[in-house]
């Protein structure tokens, strides 16, 4: 799982990283177009009126996986969500050394893809401490009231 952690990790950076995102995910080109001279309020942008709703629900989905693959590796809830969250924070800054907009909304979907995998999380391991604990199928085989 280590592998699969690192290569993800790696695929988040590329992914936020080069220079064109619909070359990327179109036809796999991946260019880096890096400066020293960073825009810095790229990261207090205005939310625009109709954003790029594939782009915020890539990020949300991509920290999603994030996160559960963190949680394969590490079952500690705060040290999970605080490497996610600063991953969201970092790929926010790098953006803007790769002439990318860094911007605060995208930390905002990244955010809700760690919340969605922690409650994906959560939801799987109760009902596989609830089967384990009780019996397989003790979920479904709930006695009627009355």
Known sequence: MYALLIIWTLFIFVATCTKEVN????????????TTEP????????LPS???KIELIGHA???MVLTLLL????QRIGVVLS???FYGI?????????????????FVADSVGVVVGLCIYLAVK???QDSGEKGYGSIVNKRPIG
Request: no cysteine.
């Open 23 to 34: 070359a990327f995910v179109q036809r796999g080109e991946i260019a880096f177009d890096f």
């Open 39 to 46: 825009k810095w309020l790229d990261l207090f942008q205005v």
């Open 50 to 52: 109709n954003p790029a």
């Open 61 to 63: 989905f991509m920290f």
């Open 71 to 74: 949680f394969t590796v590490i």
């Open 83 to 85: 490497l996610a969250t």
């Open 90 to 106: 970092a790929t926010e800054i790098a953006q803007l050394f790769f002439n990318r907009g860094g911007v605060w909304y995208d």
């Open 126 to 128: 109760r009902i596989t």
